[in-house]
């Protein structure tokens, strides 16, 4: 088992910037992938990014890409997530979420490969 808490959200003016923690506790916590996704109210579930723990192999959604950086420490089992030029299409609820590596040898960017999730963390970017 894997448990995953986020923090870091909040209200930002457009072009600012916020970070995103997630910090993974369990016994297998140094085995899992883990990636951040975002719901939007009305909207589905949408991926944001990945990062393989091993590697730091990494995968962005096109309309983050060049604005939000994945990173993790490994030695505290957390993971990042850097949001600069933020712009108000941004605001959703962000979810951290993971799957233990050896499952799928590609990085995954659907919901439903993901095992573990966060409670979610609100971010609002304003006008």
């Known amino acids: 088992q894997v448990q995953l808490v986020e923090s870091g959200g909040g209200l930002v003016q457009a072009g600012g910037s916020l970070r995103l923690s997630c910090a993974a506790s369990g016994r297998t916590a140094s085995s899992v992938t883990m990636g951040w996704f975002r719901q939007a109210p009305g909207k589905e579930r949408e991926f944001v990014a990945v990062i393989k723990w091993n590697d730091g192999d990494t995968d962005y959604a096109d309309s983050v890409k060049g604005r939000f950086t994945i990173s993790r420490d490994n030695a505290k089992n957390t993971a990042f997530l850097q949001m600069n030029s933020l712009k108000p299409e941004d605001t959703a609820v962000y979810y951290c979420?993971?799957?233990?590596?050896?499952?799928?040898?590609?990085?995954?960017?659907?919901?439903?490969?993901?095992?573990?999730w966060g409670q979610g963390t609100q971010v609002t970017v304003s006008s």
């Open positions: 979420a993971a799957y233990y590596s050896r499952t799928f040898s590609l990085l995954q960017t659907t919901p439903q490969h993901y095992t573990y």
